[in-house]
């Protein structure tokens, strides 16, 4: 079973509303990360953390995306005006920073935009 | 550019029988690569079956092994005898070691037939 924590785990939103979803990293994982898969199982790296600083992100991101990762609350992901394009499986995942790319992962948030 | 491909799926095998799913990577802009597979069960989360972090080198788990060529740039995943619990997608992944980026096959979905 997943130690990283995300919720929901299915949302439906109209085109123009606002999406958020949150992670709970695993414990003693100072790095997250958000990856986007779509229907055809392709991975889009979105943004990554490490405690509360952003790490990397795309411009995708910086754009229609926010997301932040507070000292002592879950870290977020929401998108501010979604679209159709937006409807995917939105991963978080963590990880330590001694363990190279080993990636821990949440079971998802699936959104649907209809 | 760096990327990997992966055999497209769906791949059906009946049980007891051996399966190898190929894996190629590019990593021309990666001095140290970090080759992974990871494994999405039914319903549960993403999660790493093996990694291997120097050319050469063997990586196993649950009977499943991989070997990180670096001459043929290929990281295919084999196992001897599968079992009907081994069904799952299947992803393969190369890892920057000088950050925490990883860049994903687009998975193969293994079908075991009883």
């Known amino acids: 079973n997943s130690k990283v924590i995300q919720t929901p785990r299915y949302l439906v939103k109209g085109q123009g509303q606002k999406a958020k979803m949150r992670c709970i990293p695993e414990k003693g994982h100072p790095v997250v990360f958000w990856y986007q898969q779509n229907k055809n199982n392709e991975f889009k790296f979105l943004i990554n953390f490490q405690n509360q600083e952003v790490l990397q992100q795309i411009d995708m991101t910086e754009k229609r995306f926010s997301a932040e990762c507070p000292s002592n609350s879950p870290c977020s992901l929401e998108i501010q005006s979604s679209e159709a394009g937006d409807s995917a499986l939105y991963l978080c995942?963590?990880?330590?920073?001694?363990?190279?790319?080993?990636?821990?992962f949440g079971e998802g948030s699936r959104l649907i935009v209809v | 550019g760096d990327s990997v491909t992966q055999t497209e799926g769906p791949v059906t095998v009946s049980e007891s029988e051996s399966l190898i799913i190929n894996c190629t990577y590019s990593?021309?802009?990666?001095?140290?690569?970090?080759l992974f597979w990871y494994v999405r069960y039914p319903g549960e989360g993403l999660q790493l079956l093996l990694k291997?972090?120097?050319a050469g080198q063997k990586g196993s788990s649950r009977g499943f092994e991989a070997t990180y060529n670096k001459e043929t740039t290929s990281f295919h995943l084999q196992k001897a005898s599968v079992q009907e619990s081994d069904s799952a997608v299947y992803y393969c992944?190369?890892?920057?070691?000088?950050?925490?980026?990883?860049?994903w096959g687009s998975g193969t979905k293994l079908i075991i037939k009883p």
């Open positions: 992944a190369l890892g920057d070691s000088s950050n925490y980026q990883l860049i």
């Open positions: 990593a021309t802009s990666i001095a140290y690569p970090n």
């Open positions: 291997v972090i120097t």
């Open positions: 995942a963590s990880s330590r920073t001694d363990s190279g790319n080993t990636l821990y």
